[in-house]
């Protein structure tokens, strides 16, 4: 069965200050690893997709890195704005269906 | 309109009420999936659709019963609900047997039983 834990479950930055959100998973052949941000009462938005090992992708003050065990999501000099859940998935070879974390709760404190 | 949008935003309804969910995509995709979103727990997956066909019923109860009229549309019509409904239902839509499977969601529907 696929298996998703992120941790922390929640995080306190001071503006600023570095940090990385981590996602282990277990998945029979990784087709896709998936990274949302979810805002309080709204729908999850979609940022990355990882398909191997080694791989990273960036977007802003975000940068998402993967290998065959866990998933980081790298958040450098952060801001208030950036406040938010992050949720992680992750799709089997075969399977169309995604298998989500429960999410880490991020807040960036001005 | 753009992305995927859902009506109501918020919904408060009895045990004994009937109401439905409205999910609408604007993004050309052709599969679209139910989930429902509780407070620390995963999203879990309830319903999927590909080319308005169902092909996932993810032992969900009989009071929640999904229609996909057409590849742009799907819609959660509910009944008998109990208060252990109430949850965040969130719509999405992605490529139809893309892979990976990139999935793309609405604004969800916050969903109170009484």
């Known amino acids: 069965e696929d298996q998703v834990t992120q941790s922390p479950e929640a995080l306190r930055l001071q503006e600023g200050e570095s940090s990385s959100l981590n996602c282990s998973y277990t998945?029979?052949?990784?087709?896709?690893l998936f990274w949302y941000r979810q805002d309080p009462g709204k729908g999850p938005e979609f940022l990355f997709t990882l398909y191997s090992a080694g791989e990273e992708k960036e977007k802003e003050r975000l940068k998402a890195t993967l290998t065959k065990k866990e998933s980081f999501l790298h958040i450098t000099a952060p801001k208030p704005e950036d406040s938010a859940t992050y949720l992680c998935?992750?799709?089997?070879?075969?399977?169309?269906?995604?298998?989500f974390g429960t999410g880490t709760r991020l807040t960036i404190i001005p | 309109e753009t992305g995927v949008t859902q009506t109501p935003r918020h919904l408060v309804m009895g045990m004994t009420n009937k109401k439905s969910l409205k999910c609408e995509q604007h993004l050309g995709h052709n599969a679209m999936y139910w989930y429902k979103q509780s407070a620390k727990k995963p999203l879990e997956l309830m319903f999927v659709?590909?080319?308005?066909?169902?092909?996932e019923n993810n032992s969900v109860p009989s009071r929640f019963s999904p229609e996909c009229p057409n590849s742009s549309h799907l819609f959660l019509h509910l009944h008998t609900l109990q208060p252990e409904d109430s949850a965040l239902y969130l719509c999405a839509s992605s490529q139809a047997l893309a892979d990976p499977n990139e999935q793309f969601f609405g604004p969800g529907t916050r969903l109170t039983v009484l």
């Open positions: 998945v029979s052949g990784l087709r896709g």
């Open positions: 659709y590909n080319f308005k066909e169902q092909t």
């Open positions: 998935a992750v799709q089997a070879a075969g399977n169309e269906k995604l298998t």
